[in-house]
């Protein structure tokens, strides 16, 4: 049954926050949420995709709101014998977190596409919403620097998004397609609006609008497309969005994320504090409270973006 | 430096037990234990050694002595969201317990040995014995049925070893070898006895000595042999070893254990209860209490194996 009526493009935190807040307004398969899979990774042997897995317990209701990241509960002990054992710790592996990794990995070596994994742990999880990876199709960001190229997880993680950032690439993107799960929610009838979440431009987004078609085929859809500043005030909520922009010479206001996305949004949610910016955007913004502390923040902030969507004309 | 003085035969459970007495006896790198790795299997992507992990947190003190076999205050979150995401579940893995397969599984991807890595861990749980795997070759223990081939696990975990057992097999023997470390340990000019410790005959020692030429290796090292009887009063303390003999159609009897190992065994240990077993036995046997429930137990059931096998003949 095609009845997606929601689609959001998102990353990992920033963007799961809005998304609970669309799953607030539609509480059944008419989300649809299409997830960047550009910072998945072979880690210990496992296939770990950090954003579909933060999509999940968040609107599963079990993400921990203090970390911003991982499980609520969350226990450490394989961590804390990992290391003792001499094994990688760079990377912080939750034990109930881990259940997932490992299950991924069984299924996709058997033969299971890792859409399919999704929509299985999603089912498991009580979740309604359709939590779609970009593709089955590896891609992997890229960090390149001034004297390297790094993977995400290298960068972000490890390395802690300190090295300067010259360019994103997305390995093996040419060659990803969008999965048929991912097309029917994009040519969904019932389609009213897709939202491309709070999300890190660069890193978290981009990656999915480089999916071969993808940007073409939302943009056939026909319905409003408006996104969700992630700056406030010229800093970013949490992540190194900021710092990027900075790295790339770009303003860090949100007339740059209007550009970033020109020729995707028809129009931009920004946020009161950049409320001076508004007229630089030069397409429909929406100017509102955009930070989400509390539960009802995210509602709101939903039922306001798919408000302001509704306002723009289809195409 | 070749420094070896007592060379235990151990599977898990009730071989570690022995193995810890003897650690008391001599608590630094002149215990060595040749370990079953016929019960290693893939598992979710894991190498999994179940009895050098028995070993392992025996040695090092962290072991469930209530549960007899894995880690003391374990954790298992893993498992249960595992068990919630649809994954496999008949296997237990704890917590930390699963730092050991994954760790193990990446230095073994990496290029190292199985002796290798198990002298990694064993060194970073502070145990000074030589932990030996049989073999770095893969041996698998297959256990035959009226019906059907099942492998280890399969046999000892899923089924809980309630199929009848028509015969055992050990997959790949032929072409395992001996590791230098073993060839080291077994040749050491210090050794002074070699204890084949009482676990299962059949599923735990056997898979051992099934490495082609180390039963040869063993007799030529001219140091007494003595095994401990697994049986008292004609049943196992833990296991299906009693089970599988009746299966065998072989008397549950110390006398069936000491002609198991004829050829091999200088001499037996064996319960009190089955001291009118004694002459039936051909060979020099010591009587003692075999039960092992205390640590004291274990240290005096090990000093007074050695002691019995230091008054039998160098050969």
């Known amino acids: ?23 607030a307004l539609l509480p059944d398969d008419r989300l649809a949420c299409l997830v960047n899979t550009g910072d998945d990774f072979d880690h210990l042997g ?3 995709s950090p954003d579909i897995d933060t999509l999940l317990y968040t609107l599963a209701g079990e993400s921990n709101q203090v970390a911003g990241w991982g499980r609520a509960d969350e226990t450490w002990a394989f ?8 094994g990688p710790t760079w990377f912080q592996l939750g034990d109930s977190d881990l259940a997932l990794h490992v299950e991924r990995t069984r299924r996709l070596q058997r033969g299971d596409r890792l859409t399919e994994v999704t929509a299985h ?21 890229e960090v390149l620097t001034d004297s390297t190229s790094l993977g995400f997880q290298d960068y972000f993680v490890r390395l ?18 969008l999965t048929h799960e991912a097309l029917e929610a994009i040519t969904s009838p019932s389609l009213k609006a897709i939202i491309i979440c709070p999300s890190n431009p660069y890193l978290s987004i981009d990656p999915i609008l480089s999916v071969p078609g993808l940007a073409a085929t939302l943009r056939r859809s026909g319905v409003p497309i408006v996104a969700v500043s992630p700056l406030i005030g010229g800093r ?20 740059a994320i209007a550009a970033h996305y020109r020729g995707i949004i028809d129009g931009l949610v920004i946020d009161i504090a950049d409320e001076n910016d508004r007229d630089a955007c030069g397409l429909p913004t929406l100017v509102v409270r955009t930070l989400m502390e509390t539960l009802q923040d995210r509602i709101t902030l939903a039922e306001q973006t798919v408000a302001f969507a509704q306002t723009l004309p289809r195409r």
Do not use: W, Y
């Open 1 to 23: 049954m095609n009845t997606v009526e929601l689609l959001a493009l998102t990353g990992g935190v920033g963007g799961a926050k809005l998304a609970l807040g669309l799953q």
């Open 46 to 48: 496992m296939h770990i």
């Open 79 to 86: 961590m804390a014998m990992l290391g003792r054992m001499g």
């Open 121 to 141: 742990f999603a089912a498991c999880l009580g979740i309604a919403a359709r939590i779609l990876p970009m593709s089955d199709t590896a891609v992997r960001t």
């Open 160 to 177: 802690r998004a300190e090295p300067t950032l010259r360019a994103v690439q997305f390995r093996g993107h040419e060659s990803a397609t």
């Open 236 to 255: 970013a909520v949490k992540g190194p969005t900021a710092k990027i922009m900075s790295e790339l010479g770009v303003p860090v206001t949100p007339a």
